[in-house]
């Protein structure tokens, strides 16, 4: 099972530093949610475990080795990565879509073997796809859109998916349907660490969550324990009152007014 | 072979695996089997008409009625009909290649002024350098290509953000400019030039195929048997490049490198058609395009089907700039320009409609 996790990282943009001297350890097996206001540097921090960004300082380390020591594509075959809202070209298929998850498994001469067959099959079947395979990705709804995404990263058969804000754009019942499909995948032995808006999703949906304020870790573990009045007054300015879901148990955030500085 | 329901059959041995889609093998033959037709025609027109038959008899070496024949068809006509092939299948290649690279509908080799600085280049060699062999020709056009490229890459081409890219529209403006620049350029070596190789160079400058011969096969077809290959094995970095960076790069795809190198292949391409036909413009634009709508977005089928389609239009345009007007011959390049011009306006026109 592999293991991804931060070791005094510190991201930046250009001169801009957003994330300091950060260390994270993501649970192996389980699904982090990074949760956070807008500018904290949760998408940064992803960006900064999938490679996308090179550090200033500090590493990244998959199974405790640094990702910047293993090349892009060995550790294509270890860690997908699916960015905010991505665009599919124009008149691709789903098919054709899936497919490329294979690239870090292909070579100029083995570009398509068994292997990648099976691997887009096997896609195909857990997002439910295989009958919409042959459709253009334009023509089909947003959730549908983001499943064929989310199966192109299954394609790659990597023991970790990050996902930056999978539910983007989507209307509620597009969110629940692609929440659910991760909660599937991360049963049948997926790591998954995404970036999460929705403080109730986050909740319901992860079993670990890590909230960022100001490039900082200020909380991380069971949904309970960062999901409470103080730390959520503190990392989003907003006060709130706390309950149980009547049916899970789990906290949920009932926000009551903004605080301004 | 091992075929499944899916729109794709597989090429499978130990060397070698791939995936083709079914459309592929069929719009290839079909377009070759109409160029071939259209070369038929291109060849027995003219102020000597040969019929279709004789000209194929002729092809096919068997013997014909009129000796003249075999010296027409063979060595004025045939020449010519297979060079206007060949620089549309590079031209449309090329296309098909940076259009992939820059996510941009509207990039072709002439419109981000690849072709105008390769012409720059080899004018610049033919008149200020007269004693450098015609060999090199190439080289120097490839080299003014690259340096094109580079620009455009510094200007408009650099990815800010990491998001969707530059506004498609930039490249274009920074292509325009650079191509007038460069056509001033031309223009001022041509004024200043030695008389009688700025005639050669005028020739040249054209956008047309005529007066093709053999040679001029022989100094294209090597770069097309070398960069067509490799355009076809590294479609798929294309394709990666095509989810966007992030997701290129998460596939474990080296951005640069490989961008790079696509780059190099698709200005050798574009350039190397300027050294025999001057700029032919709007071939790289349009035979992308209609590749599309036949083969879908994917490189391994739209590079290959880009190179013929592009070969179909310019064998096309020759033939009817040859006949249209006959005797007086009209360059292919202004045939693909007159179609070219209103096609790149509907392209520009559909964007803002979005």
Redesign the interface.
Known sequence: MSFLQAEKLSLSYDTVSIIELLDLQTPSGEITALIGPNGCGKSTLL?GL???LKPQHGSVLLNGHAIHTV???????E?????QA????????V???V???R??H?D???????A??DALQKALTLTNLSSL??RIVDTLSGGQRQRAWIA??LA?ETDILLLDEPTTYLDLAHQLEVLDLLVQLNAEGKTIVMVLHDLNHAAHYANHLVALSAGKIVAQGKPEEVITEVIVKNVFHVECQIVKHPMTGLPLCLPTKRIYK | MKS?S???F?V?TQ?????IDKRIPLVLGLILLISFIILVLHVGVGEYNISPVDVLNTLLGREVGDKNYHFVVMELRLPRAIVAWLVGAALGASGAIVQGLT?N?LASPDLTGVTAGASAAAVLLIIFMPEVPKEWLPLAAFAGGILVAIILYMFAWRSGS?S?GDSPIRLILVGIGLSSVLGAFVSFALTFGDLWYVQSAMMWLSGSVYASDWGDIQSILPWILICLPLAF??A?DL??L???E??A??????ITIRRGFLLLLSVALAAVTVTVAGIIGFVGLIAPHLS?RLV???H?GLIPASAFVGGFVVIFSDLLGRTIMAPTEIPAGIITSIVGVPFFLYLLWKREQV
Do not use: C, H
């Open positions: 960006r999938a490679r996308l090349s892009t594509k060995q550790l294509a075959k860690l997908g990565i699916l960015p991505p665009v599919a070209p124009e008149g691709i298929t098919r054709e879509l497919a490329q998850g690239y870090p292909q100029w001469f083995q570009q398509w073997s068994n990648d067959e395979s042959n192109m990263a790659q | 499944t899916s729109p794709w597989m499978q060397k070698f695996s791939m995936r996510r509908p990491a969707a094995l590294t798929r394709n990666a095509n989810l966007g992030d997701v790069q998460g596939l474990g795809l080296q599309r879908g977005s994917l391994e």
